[in-house]
């Protein structure tokens, strides 16, 4: 499986990004997709992820501004980001996962919020 994660960019606070993550290759055999983030400095934490059904999870403190979705005819996931604030700032990092655990990673996309 191999992954391409675009979208990033700068926007004042405030404002939108959408994330995209398109896979191919063993498409079939992921069940998971998942953004992670890392600000310098800070620990990776998990920002939101949706399985292959369409269920979706989110970091508690980004509900309601983030929003996972994925276009399966495009083998595609989104991460729409709302109401960006500085601290949302960060590479932002498009995983999936298949049922035996292994994971593949896309590249990084920066994203930077100025206040």
């Known amino acids: 499986v191999q992954l391409q994660a675009s979208g990033g960019g700068s926007v004042q606070a405030g404002g939108s990004l959408r994330l995209s993550c398109a896979a191919s290759?063993?498409?079939?055999?992921?069940?998971?997709t998942g953004w992670y983030r890392q600000a310098p400095g800070k620990q990776r934490e998990l920002v939101a992820t949706?399985?292959?059904?369409?269920?979706?999870k989110y970091l508690d403190s980004l509900k309601g501004r983030f929003a996972i979705s994925r276009d399966n005819a495009k083998n595609t996931v989104y991460l729409q980001m709302n109401s960006l604030k500085p601290d949302d700032a960060a590479v932002y990092y498009c995983?999936?996962?298949?049922?035996?655990?292994?994971?593949?990673w896309g590249q990084g996309t920066q994203v930077t919020v100025s206040s």
């Open positions: 949706i399985t292959s059904g369409g269920s979706t």
């Open positions: 290759g063993s498409t079939f055999s992921i069940n998971v």
């Open positions: 995983y999936s996962e298949n049922p035996l655990g292994s994971k593949f």
